[in-house]
């Protein structure tokens, strides 16, 4: 791909010069800069690049909105494993439907069979950059934490583990009224239940400074390897400082399993008691010493921002009035105004330089432009029509996503308080089945204090002492009876208490189920009709470069007559302004 400097319009790469203004091409650094993926994404410069993918800013031709694209690397186009995590990627941010998770538009492969997704445009920061300004203070800090727990707590719902959660994959974007908007990105390395296994055996992923023990020595960790994670961070974004320093891998993963986490006061920080608790809680070693989920976490920190005196960020059911596209536009008139008066200015150049009557070639040549243009308009036209179609395809998928998420979000709350209250009565039952253990062992050997002084007596004279190991044992009984009814009580409390949680984790696969059968029955309406905006967005792309062709063939014989200078003019003054 080529590219005028003057006028910037783009070329083949076996075009030479502009036909607008005869500057002569240059070739793009990037070789995608200028090209259209599926017929319908421009992509207009890059944005940021990394090891497995380049991101581009584009636009969407037939709606005029901005967008960002994300291609994978050529060189791992070829790895299906690597494949399949990009795709994945997309799928499982595409289904979170959150205002507080990257929104996710498109995916797909391009001409040369590599993977893309396509993404909202957003602009802001990621919080990486935040933290290494220095310490967060609490007033910014508390609903960006908020925010981050609400993304994770949806993710987690619909049984999706990010397993990566770090600073630079979380982004700050703005609102209209200043304050950050969190958007989870990056979901790579996402585990899904419904995915295949894609980790190989003794392969680990994830960034070491973020890495939750459990991480380190299973690669089938659960959720809250992500809570841990969200420790991690909140501990820098507070202190802008990681709790475990190393020059290693290794290092940093042996500090993770083994050392304790430092209080945030031991880095000079003063923080609300309950905050500092809830990040130590975060990074506990063991799991199930961890809060119970990210509605807990969200709650909690929801609770402190109050007690503080901090605004907490809208409720999910505002923030997804925001979150949501806007419907789809008319066709952009743009490109074909632009060749509407380049063709007009063409019919002054014949008949300004051709008073009696232009060459066949060259009347010829202009009616081919004509026609071109006219196939294009039509292509166009039934495109944007289908568009229209897709988008409303897509704002029903959205919607559908955004209601199933919401009960499950509502239902996920619900059995994060059950989960606490079982968590509560399982450990309530730690006393009482000490407490039988001991009034058992009582009973023993106040049975074989009986035994000895039965054997004393031998039934042949009483004992004193005989008489007292039974009023003793009586009374051991009865304390045993006492605690062995009251474990049973507690036993069946929490027994009541954990069917509640599984009552409600069955109503929340039920939803989840029922999310998955509305995505199948779209999805081949979805395919069809992205099917056949893509070939027509692809065939108008190469009628566009013959068009250029064209142009290029019909005035090449005219640049040279002074007469039509100041058409020429005009003609690049109308590129410019395009």
């Not at 190989?200 to 841990?228: C, H, N």
């Not at 009616?367 to 166009?380: D, F, G």
Request: hydrophobic letters at 40%; one cysteine or more; proline letters at 6%.
């Amino acid at each position: 791909m080529k590219s005028c400097p003057k006028c910037n319009l783009r070329y083949p790469d076996e075009s030479t010069y502009c036909f607008v203004d005869g500057a002569v091409l240059e070739p793009l650094k990037d070789p995608r800069v200028g090209t259209t993926i599926a017929g319908r994404y421009q992509i207009e410069n890059i944005l940021g690049e990394g090891g497995m993918a380049t991101v581009y800013r584009a636009r969407h031709t037939l709606i005029d909105r901005p967008c960002a694209v994300k291609i994978l690397n050529p060189a791992l186009a070829r790895d299906k494993m690597v494949r399949e995590r990009f795709r994945r990627e997309a799928k499982s941010a595409k289904k979170l439907a959150h205002p507080n998770v990257i929104d996710i538009f498109d995916e797909g492969d391009t001409g040369d069979g590599t993977s893309f997704m396509v993404m909202e445009l957003l602009d802001g920061e990621p919080l990486d950059a935040l933290v290494s300004r220095g310490p967060i203070p609490l007033h910014r800090a508390l609903p960006i934490m908020i925010q981050v727990s609400r993304g994770i707590a949806r993710a987690h719902d619909l049984e999706v583990i990010h397993r990566d959660l770090k600073p630079e994959n979380i982004f700050l974007a703005r609102r209209d009224d200043g304050s950050d908007l969190v958007k989870l990105l990056d979901f790579g390395i996402a585990r899904s239940a419904q995915d295949s296994r894609l980790t190989g055996v003794g392969e680990v992923f994830g960034t070491p400074q973020y890495m939750a023990p459990e991480r380190i020595t299973s690669i089938d960790a659960g959720g809250s390897q992500d809570l841990y994670a969200l420790g991690v961070i909140f501990f820098e974004m507070i202190t802008s400082t990681l709790p475990f320093e190393a020059n290693d891998v290794p290092t940093f993963l042996l500090k993770h399993l083994k050392e304790p986490p430092p209080k945030l006061s031991s880095r000079g920080v003063k923080v609300p008691v309950e905050l500092e608790n809830l990040i130590d809680s975060l990074m506990a070693k063991d799991p199930k010493q961890r809060p119970v989920d990210a509605h807990k976490v969200h709650n909690d920190l929801v609770s402190i921002s109050q007690k503080m005196g901090i605004h907490p960020p809208p409720e999910i059911q505002h923030e997804q009035k925001t979150a949501a596209r806007a419907p789809a536009a008319t066709l952009p008139p743009v490109t074909l105004d632009r060749w509407a008066r380049r063709l007009t200015v063409f019919e002054q150049m014949l008949q300004r330089a051709y008073p009696s009557g232009a060459p066949a070639d060259q009347r010829s040549t202009l009616e081919s432009v004509k026609k071109v243009v006219t196939e294009i308009a039509s292509l166009r036209g039934s495109s944007v029509e289908d568009q229209r179609k897709l988008e409303g395809l897509e704002g029903r998928q959205r919607e559908g996503r955004e209601r199933f998420g919401r009960a499950v979000d509502a239902l996920g709350v619900d059995a994060s308080k059950a989960r606490e209250v079982a968590r509560a009565a399982r450990e309530g039952v730690d006393p009482y089945t000490k407490a039988v253990s001991q009034a058992r062992d009582l009973a023993q050997k106040t049975h074989g204090e009986i035994l000895h002084w039965e054997g004393r007596c031998g039934f042949n004279a009483p004992y004193a002492e005989l008489s007292d190991s039974y009023r003793k044992m009586a009374d051991v009984v009865d304390h045993w009876l006492k605690t062995y009814d009251l474990e049973k009580q507690a036993v069946a409390w929490a027994e009541a208490k954990e069917q509640e949680v599984q009552d409600l984790d069955f109503q929340i696969q039920e939803l989840r189920a029922q999310l998955g059968k509305f995505e199948q029955s779209l999805e081949q309406e979805h395919a069809q009709l992205e099917a056949k905006v893509s070939a027509a967005g692809k065939r108008a792309g190469e009628l566009e470069e013959a068009l250029l062709e064209l142009a290029t063939r019909f005035c090449a014989p005219l640049r040279t007559k002074p007469e039509l200078a100041a058409l020429f003019t005009e003609l690049e003054a109308g590129s410019a302004a395009a």
